[in-house]
């Protein structure tokens, strides 16, 4: 059998004379010039001011109402007596009483809002075992390492759940109600389940499965989080099925806020009956909280947010102004090169002189 001959040399390095491979395929090389450049410039001003004045005006339909309670009404005495940490076992509430100018029409959000409180510290974020929020039998005794120092109590049994983020979970609690004219006080209900991500609720939130069980037993033999004024099975008193690791208010207290200053929503009001068919009326309320979580330690502010949402969410100016912001510039930058372009280029010659 005859050899075959093999390129050596350069010309085993050579490409393929192909198109592809020498680059001689057709391609198309824009010429920027004044009259498609500058059009396009003030069109993409005019787009950004169009979305920015719409957005604007999307968030400014939205009602919102924010109300610092830290030490407002009665709550003073329960700001003072929680900067003892002894007192931090004994109950206090306190009452605020507020109004609202105009309607709040359609669904009514209701947010607990911190300020200070820096839930996006890389240590206290990994302070949790998600194994065994998911529900696994055996983290429940053997809680992840990353839970330290809040994976036992002084008795050294287990905590469930475990770490620093559920150690910390906000646990005022909060009633509405409503002064109507001439009439008698109404509570104002408040739907206080369903309020979470679906995948956190039916995903990554599971309670271990009972066999039969019921959650006292499932739990037996842990101990509740240092701070807790309740074991985990027990944070719900009036709906069992909201228990456990599944109970709304931990599930969204665990998802950690980015921001030092944040809201979390604690409830959507119940439009089932009057005179909340239509919304939240004005007039005169009152909030009566129970006064639990401490934030003097931090330097930290509590507030409650009543708001309504858009398509667009709540009553968040951010966008609306970087999209007007934004149209500024486009519409500077357009009006320089338009000048330099009339004073050098239209004739012709390009600022060659």
Request: with cysteine; charged share 20%.
């Amino acid at each position: 059998m005859g050899k075959v001959k093999t390129k050596t040399g350069p010309l085993a390095r050579r490409p393929d004379n192909s198109a592809f491979k020498q680059q001689r395929l057709p391609a198309w090389s824009p010429m920027l010039t004044a009259n498609t450049v500058l059009p396009f410039f003030y069109f993409m001003a005019l787009i950004c001011m169009f979305l920015g004045v719409w957005l604007l005006l999307t968030v400014q339909s939205t009602k919102e109402m924010k109300l610092d309670y830290t030490e407002a009404g009665t709550c003073d005495r329960c700001f003072e007596k929680r900067k003892n940490v002894s007192n931090a076992a004994q109950p206090c509430s306190c009452t605020v009483v507020f109004s609202i100018g105009k309607k709040f029409k359609g669904d009514v959000f209701f947010y607990y809002g911190l300020r200070n409180f820096h839930q996006n510290l890389r240590r206290y974020m990994d302070s949790r075992d998600d194994a065994q929020m998911v529900g696994r039998k055996k983290n429940l005794q053997t809680p992840s390492t990353y839970c330290f120092p809040f994976t036992t109590d002084q008795n050294g049994q287990p905590i469930a759940p475990c770490g620093a983020v559920a150690n910390s979970m906000f646990n005022d609690s909060f009633v509405l109600t409503y002064h109507m004219p001439g009439g008698r006080p109404e509570k104002v209900p408040l739907l206080r389940q369903g309020i979470t991500w679906y995948t956190d609720k039916n995903i990554k939130f599971r309670n271990p499965k009972t066999e039969n069980l019921t959650l006292p037993e499932v739990f037996k033999g842990t101990a509740k989080p240092l701070y807790w004024q309740k074991p985990v099975y027990e944070l719900d008193p009036l709906d069992p099925t909201n228990n456990g690791f599944i109970n709304d208010d931990l599930i969204i207290w665990m998802r950690e806020a980015a921001f030092p200053n944040f809201k979390k929503l604690y409830g959507v009001l119940n439009r089932a009956k009057e005179p909340f068919t239509t919304g939240l009326p004005a007039g005169n309320y009152s909030i009566e909280i129970s006064y639990n979580f401490p934030v003097q330690y931090f330097r930290g502010r509590k507030e409650v947010v009543l708001t309504t949402l858009t398509w667009f969410g709540g009553q968040n100016h951010f966008l609306p102004i970087a999209y007007l912001v934004t149209s500024s510039l486009i519409l500077l930058v357009a009006i320089v090169l338009t000048v330099v372009w009339w004073k050098f280029g239209k004739n012709g010659k390009n600022m060659e002189e």
